[in-house]
């Protein structure tokens, strides 16, 4: 069972990193996303593993989970964010939202 997405009420603008280019990193076209987001601090683990501060955590639907890819650029009401992590989390054997750490 996956989240609605009726249920996820804030938007976020991703720019997905596409990887390094001739003048540093390339990212995808900007696209606005419906997610839940809380903007609190705390301590988290990056995609190396590493120990962070994260600046808040972001719910979205798993059908958008190949936009949030580790470095992607995040738009959240008008702050540059970026992505630390993104960690699926799973009801019954099944994909139910992506947990997205940001920076």
């Not at 798993?62 to 959240?76: K, N, V």
């Not at 008008?78 to 997205?100: C, E, W």
Request: aromatic share 6%; with cysteine; net charge neutral.
């Amino acid at each position: 069972m996956k989240i609605r997405r009726s249920m996820l009420k804030d938007t976020v603008t991703v720019e997905t990193w596409t990887g390094e280019g001739a003048y540093g990193a390339a990212y995808a076209d900007p696209v606005t996303i419906r997610w839940n987001y809380d903007g609190t601090r705390r301590l988290a683990r990056n995609a190396n593993g590493e120990e962070v501060v994260s600046e808040g955590t972001g719910q979205a639907h798993p059908d958008d989970a190949a936009q949030f890819m580790p470095e992607s650029r995040l738009t959240i009401d008008g702050r540059t964010s970026t992505v630390l992590a993104a960690n699926p989390q799973t009801f019954r054997g099944q994909m139910h939202h992506l947990k997205v750490v940001c920076s």
